[in-house]
């Protein structure tokens, strides 16, 4: 005898996935509503407006701040890209003593805390003598957004096929051009992708760049919190939107070039 029972339009997994994902962004949809609002207080509602967004563009110190962070993200991810990418092939590649230590550790800054790492780095710099500036938190970027490009480029080595080098040595080419024509092609999408999310962090930093920076560097966020601290206004609710669409935008490209290199090589 078959169950003619009717099965529910939704099951109770459904809805508790959408109950969940709609506590998690709930905030953010709150956020975008004032963005819009007309009124310079963003717990009165008088009306839509774009205004706070065309005002970001003739602030000079959100644009100077915007200027800061983008150099800061770009310089360490570009000086990350190359480090951490030969670090991983080092460490995937060779063996020598204390590698398993040395692993361990250039993959802490992933776990430790960054408050740990934003007072390391600035009683580093006290000792070192040297004084604060834009410089300092570029370096202080590098630290930890070349732990997560090694991550991503070590994890793409792993599904490699280690005789892909020793092949191309075979039919004579030399290590260089082994690893600039072999290995770095099939790397490629990993470190694209370990770049993109290292940018989005170093972007959104807050508390590492407030440690290290000097007189007159202020990060976007940096900027963004010394205002809040006066109450939110309807701009600062239009900055966080357009900074959340641009990381939003960024990780989706890095999840498709990660995707689209996994595809590749699986139909290889």
Same mark, same amino acid.
Request: charged share 10%; hydrophobic share 55%.
């Given at each position: /005898? ?9 099951? %109770?997994?459904? !809805? ?28 009165? %509602?008088?009306?839509?407006? %774009?205004? %706070?967004?065309? =005002? ?7 644009? =100077?701040?915007? =200027? ?108 260089? =051009?082994?690893? !600039? ?40 966020? /940096?900027?963004?919190?010394?205002? !809040? ?40």
């Amino acid at each position: /005898m078959t169950n003619n029972k009717l099965k529910p339009p939704f099951s %109770w997994q459904g !809805i508790f996935s959408f109950l969940m994902f709609f506590y998690m962004y709930l905030p953010i949809l709150v956020l975008t509503f004032y963005s819009f609002n007309q009124s310079a207080y963003s717990t009165d %509602w008088q009306g839509f407006t %774009w205004k %706070w967004y065309s =005002q970001l563009f003739n602030d000079s110190r959100i644009l =100077q701040a915007l =200027q800061n962070s983008l150099t800061v993200a770009v310089v360490a991810v570009a000086i990350s890209a190359v480090i951490g990418t030969l670090m991983a092939v080092g460490l995937a590649r060779y063996q020598f003593p204390g590698k398993g230590l040395y692993r361990g550790i250039s993959y802490l800054p992933l776990i430790i805390p960054d408050i740990a790492i934003a007072v390391a780095t600035l009683v580093f710099l006290a000792v070192i003598g040297t004084p604060l500036s834009l410089w300092t938190i570029i370096a202080a970027h590098v630290v930890f957004c070349l732990s997560y490009i090694a991550f991503v480029v070590s994890s793409r080595i792993s599904s490699l096929n280690p005789h892909l080098e020793e092949a191309a040595l075979d039919l004579g080419a030399t290590p260089f =051009q082994a690893f !600039i024509q072999v290995l770095l092609p099939e790397l490629m999408p990993a470190i694209i992708a370990g770049c993109l999310i290292s940018f989005v962090l170093s972007m959104d930093d807050f508390l590492i760049a407030s440690f290290t920076a000097g007189t007159g560097s202020n990060t976007l966020p /940096m900027e963004i919190f010394s205002r !809040i601290r006066m109450g939110v206004r309807p701009d600062i609710n239009a900055l966080s939107v357009m900074l959340i669409l641009a990381s939003g935008s960024l990780a989706l490209v890095a999840e498709l070039v990660r995707y689209r290199g996994e595809q590749k090589r699986f139909n290889k």
